[in-house]
């Protein structure tokens, strides 16, 4: 049986740092590590307004935004209000937006009701009857009101 690669984690390197500062890490990872704080095993990051987010893994991060796009309270909405309803429901990820904003290019409902239609351009058609007269269409288009014909003075 073989083993399948794990994928890398964005919290592994920062929660390996709290739990024991003396691990060699980048100067760039130790910079960040001040913005998180680690409480029951959790991940959480602290915001400039005192807020604590959950920080999500990419499993946990594509079930919470299935639930915020879809989910029983999900109006399909995309790229920055979805990232908005994210944070206040308290979850936070890097390019969460990005992330957002690419679960919504994926969604069937979003890409068939959606203001933009993508339908592939092909050349116009003209339709061919089998004999003259064999279709008609009629054109409502309501009142006409023709010009009036400037009379010449003669």
């Not at 937006?97 to 994926?106: F, I, L, M």
């Amino acid at each position: 049986m073989a083993k399948e690669p794990e994928i890398e984690d964005w919290r592994t390197s920062i929660i390996q740092y709290l739990k024991d500062p003396s691990f060699l890490t980048s100067k760039k990872i130790r910079q960040q590590t001040t913005k998180f704080v680690m409480w029951d095993k959790t991940l959480l990051r602290n915001t400039s307004d005192g807020l604590l987010l959950k920080c999500l893994g990419l499993e946990e991060s594509m079930r919470v935004m299935a639930e915020v796009h879809e989910g029983i309270c999900g109006a399909h909405q995309v790229g920055i209000n979805m990232r908005w309803l994210l944070r206040r429901y308290g979850y936070f990820q890097p390019d969460m937006e990005k992330d957002c904003k690419a679960y919504a290019r994926g969604c069937e409902e979003c890409q068939g009701h959606g203001p933009l239609q993508y339908t592939p351009s092909v050349p116009l058609n003209t339709v061919v009857k089998p004999w003259p007269f064999r279709g008609w269409a009629i054109d409502f288009i309501g009142q006409i009101y023709p010009v009036p014909a400037k009379s010449t003075p003669s």
